[in-house]
């Protein structure tokens, strides 16, 4: 069971494909659609400050795992030229973000770090969490190595491709 643009489009809503199973996506709070928008907007202002030739995009554009798996970033960045605008999946996704929700959080932090990190391309993982200021920054290192980092204060540093946001750009100034 491929995941194809005819199915996407006939299913009413959000879902991903997981080892061949659809999900429905959940509705989402107020909370998270306000941090995916933020990380959104900090990632593009990134950017542009940095020049950097790269696109951001908010959910809606899937990133395929392998085969059977295919998921729905709240946002994502990759890098090189501008893809078609009929395009449905992302093939080097750079960035990946997930906003944790009740009903998504284990999978976010468990299932999706496994997969997102079978993509090649994939250097970065950042979950943000909607309720307070804290990003869980996942990235690639040598060999199989992932690396992990809590930022509750301070810089997010993005390299590649060499951009960096304030934890303060998601969150606004320290409560």
Do not use: W
Request: glycine share 10%.
């Amino acid at each position: 069971m491929g995941y194809s643009h005819e199915r996407a489009e006939a299913q009413p809503g959000r879902y991903e494909l997981v080892d061949g199973e659809v999900f429905a996506q959940a509705s989402k709070r107020v909370a998270h659609a306000k941090a995916k928008g933020a990380a959104y907007i900090a990632l593009q202002d990134a950017v542009r400050r940095a020049g950097a030739p790269c696109h951001v995009l908010l959910d809606g554009v899937a990133v395929r795992v392998d085969a059977s798996t295919v998921f729905e970033p709240d946002a994502q960045l990759y890098c090189g030229p501008e893809l078609p605008p009929d395009t449905l999946l992302v093939e080097s996704p750079l960035i990946v973000v997930e906003v944790l929700s009740p009903s998504t959080g284990r999978n976010d932090v468990l299932g999706k770090l496994e997969g997102y990190f079978r993509i090649a391309s994939v250097a970065h993982y950042l979950i943000f969490d909607p309720d307070s200021p804290l990003v869980i920054h996942h990235r690639r290192g040598q060999g199989g190595d992932i690396l992990t980092r809590a930022i509750r204060e301070g810089d997010i540093a993005l390299d590649p491709p060499g951009l960096s946001f304030p934890l303060s750009a998601i969150y606004g100034e320290a409560r």
